[in-house]
């Protein structure tokens, strides 16, 4: 069996685990673009993309609120946060950005 290769990156964060690992689940990584950072996520194709952004918000910025971030698949912001895994298109070793919805202005 081979592994995909995103899933075999180092994370310093815990995996968010919203489904056990094996069959009938997908794992794929949710980078940061603010933190440089990374977490891994097992969930079921099932799962609606609000939860996933809200676990990975947990991890990554506690004190925020989720209308402040996007998640990006495929560099294109996904707009229907109660549609599942499966309808967006996330498969065993996707690669999602969580940014900020609006940019900040460098000074």
Not at 49 to 64: G, S
């Amino acid at each position: 069996m081979s592994t995909v290769f995103p899933n075999t990156l180092r994370s310093g964060r815990a995996v968010i685990e919203l489904a056990p690992t094996g069959a009938g689940s997908v794992t794929f990584r949710i980078e940061s673009a603010e933190l440089l950072d990374a977490v891994r996520v097992t969930a079921r194709p099932s799962t609606p993309v609000a939860e996933v952004k809200q676990r990975a918000l947990l991890q990554f910025f506690p004190n925020d609120a989720p209308h402040e971030y996007v998640l990006k698949f495929r560099g294109w912001e996904v707009l229907d946060e109660n549609a599942s895994l499966a309808d967006v298109g996330i498969t065993d070793g996707s690669i999602i950005l969580l940014a900020i919805r609006r940019r900040q202005a460098v000074r």
